[in-house]
């Protein structure tokens, strides 16, 4: 059932899967949106259904069962852990739900494959989010690649400097786990791999190394890769939680004309041949998280750096370009020399620091809201969405790639794959 919208569009109905960090997001950017409304939500913990439930004045229903049995439901966001996103996902669409999954697709290809075969059969549209696709920066990027203002794409690189406590690892099962979440570069530094093959098209090659250093996680906690793309151009992906403090996500194109660096959804330098060199035009991220570069302003981290016994505690004073000597100086006792200083504790709360670098929950809706209204105009335009599932897939394709390169220590091809606006 559909309630009219504004402007007469008919208003969408949304059911939440998994109501943690990325659920909560969902439903702040479908209350942004005119034509979605929040009907249902539900979690394997009934309690924190409830909670939201009560937030945004929609239902909390016992089980998944119950929330795809609603005729109120046209649209379900699955945001349960990684690894379970084909699970739920195709039992939403075998109920004739759309689906806006949460990104990864899913941790293997096998999982993203039934999961878009389920799309399919059932006729139903999916995406997987990739909100940093719709930050405003990344439409001028597209802009300058369309209009071949680049030139011939030499290289890419994509960077996610991140940093996050043991006690993240810590605060779900499933974190840090391979079944179910993956790496750093599954998790976090997913999202510009999918920016750097939206802008440098499909990649057919990978060599990588990962590590892990300053965590207590199955998985890497770094990972480097070198790219070659099936365009002849070549790139490096690095991918890191264990970055302190942590820095702004960046995209850096380099073409035969000249060089856009994104950071943080916002071009910060454009450098093309025939104009006048300068920081990059104003754009920025959607909503209020655009701010300064967050390189020089990452936000401080939700609890110290306590890495595990394996790992050696950055020596104060030691990170070139990071925190200055004195903010580590001030060292809680008893905790690891490395740190997080009490001076720069005091200087933001926890948990309320504007972007993702260090704070987990730190996402603005926005770009969220963007990429889930554009999917409701595909709806109703029966037309493929901007985001498709299968580029989500060609995403997993290289993550995969990069392990598989780590273990084995040798270069991984990849099958000559399209990718979503990639020239
Ligand atoms: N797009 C982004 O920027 C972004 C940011 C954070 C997380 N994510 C993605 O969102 C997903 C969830 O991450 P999170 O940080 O919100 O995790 P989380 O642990 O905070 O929340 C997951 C929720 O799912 C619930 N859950 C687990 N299994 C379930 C099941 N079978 N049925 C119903 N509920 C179930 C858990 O109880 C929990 O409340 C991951 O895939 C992650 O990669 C995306």
Redesign the pocket.
Known sequence: MNESGAAGTRRRGFGI???????AVHAEAIGLLPGARLAAV????PG?AKALAGEWDCAAEPS?AALLARDDVDVVSV????G??AE?GIQAAAAGKHLVV???IDVTLEAADRLIAAARGNGVLITV?S?HRFDTGLDELRRLLDSGALGSLLLGEASTKWYRTQGYYDS?A?RGTRDLDGGSLL?QGV?YVDLLLWAMGPAAEVTAICATQAHRVEVEDTALALVRFASGAVGTIVSSTAVYPGFAQRLEVTGTNGTVVVEDGRITRRALAGERHGPGSPGGQRGPSAGPTASHTAATPATPPAGPAAATPATPGTDPGATPATDRSAARPGTDPGATPATDRSAATPGTEPN?AAN?GG?DPSSHAAQIAEFLTAIDQGRQPAVTAESARATLEVVRAVYESARTGRTVVIPARSVDGAR
């Open positions: 899967v998994g109501v943690g960090v990325i659920g539900t979690d394997a913990v924190r998944l945001c349960v852990p990684s379970l996103h739920v949460e990104k990864p989010i909100q779900a499933w998790n999202h993702a987990p996402i």
